[in-house]
């Protein structure tokens, strides 16, 4: 789609699966995480976010676990579905003001039915 | 409720032009944060404006600049296009005690 990258890490798997995308952040300041989906031709969408101060945050199908020793963060989502194929962003705030978002380079999920 | 609404959504415009592109936030956000998107750099933040103050600003020159209305309506200019410009621009809109941020559409911007 047009808002996608030309080279983007791509993970390819079947309807039904658990899928497990990653992200490695900068900043160990950072004290919030969001995952963001974007359909082509559509602005990110939040999915799911979690905060410093946890280590696991699950909403529905979907589960963010969060590793500060190493500065990754990983989503997790069950059940993959079709409609579930998107570019996946995760985005950090290292304490900035609350609009200032350094996202990641995105990954490419695609479901196979 | 009203999502985050950008106009236009397509825009073509000349090397050496100005640009100017809309947002209007979901109702009663008073943030709103600018980025572009470019296949090759990502998403990259641009600014934020709350309550009409610019409160943060990304690494751009000041060739890109913003403004917000007292109805927390916002726009950003883009001067001098140059080719590099074309980009989605996406606006995201956020409550005041809230990290979580809106997205909306987006503008795509062709310079040619």
């Known amino acids: 789609g047009e808002s996608v990258g030309l080279h983007l890490p791509t993970l390819s798997v079947q309807e039904g699966d658990n899928s497990i995308i990653n992200c490695a952040y900068s900043?160990?300041?950072?004290?919030?995480f969001i995952w963001y989906k974007q359909e082509s031709g559509k602005g990110p969408q939040f999915i799911i976010d979690?905060?410093?101060?946890?280590d696991k945050r699950q909403g529905q199908r979907v589960t963010v676990l969060l590793n500060k020793t190493v500065k990754h963060l990983s989503l997790q989502i069950a059940a993959t579905q079709p409609g579930d194929s998107a570019v996946y962003f995760c985005?950090?705030?290292?304490?900035?003001?609350?609009?200032?978002?350094?996202f990641g380079k995105g990954t490419k999920l695609s479901v196979k039915p | 409720k009203a999502g985050v609404t950008q106009t236009p959504r397509y825009l073509i415009k000349t090397r050496g032009q100005q640009v100017t592109l809309s947002c209007s936030p979901i109702?009663?956000?008073?943030?709103v944060s600018w980025y572009q998107q470019t296949p090759g750099q990502g998403l990259q933040f641009l600014f934020e404006?709350?309550?009409?103050?610019?409160?943060n600003k990304g690494n751009f020159p000041g060739r890109f600049s913003g403004r917000q209305f007292s109805n927390s309506r916002s726009e950003m200019n883009v001067s001098t296009l140059e080719l590099g410009d074309s980009a989605l621009y996406l606006c995201?809109?956020?409550?005041?005690?809230?990290?979580?941020?809106?997205f909306g559409p987006g503008t795509r911007l062709t310079v040619t």
């Open positions: 995201a809109s956020s409550q005041e005690w809230d990290y979580e941020q809106y």
């Open positions: 900043n160990s300041a950072s004290d919030y």
């Open positions: 979690i905060r410093s101060n946890m």
């Open positions: 985005a950090e705030n290292y304490g900035g003001s609350q609009g200032n978002l350094i």
């Open positions: 109702s009663g956000h008073r943030s």
């Open positions: 404006y709350f309550s009409e103050t610019q409160r």
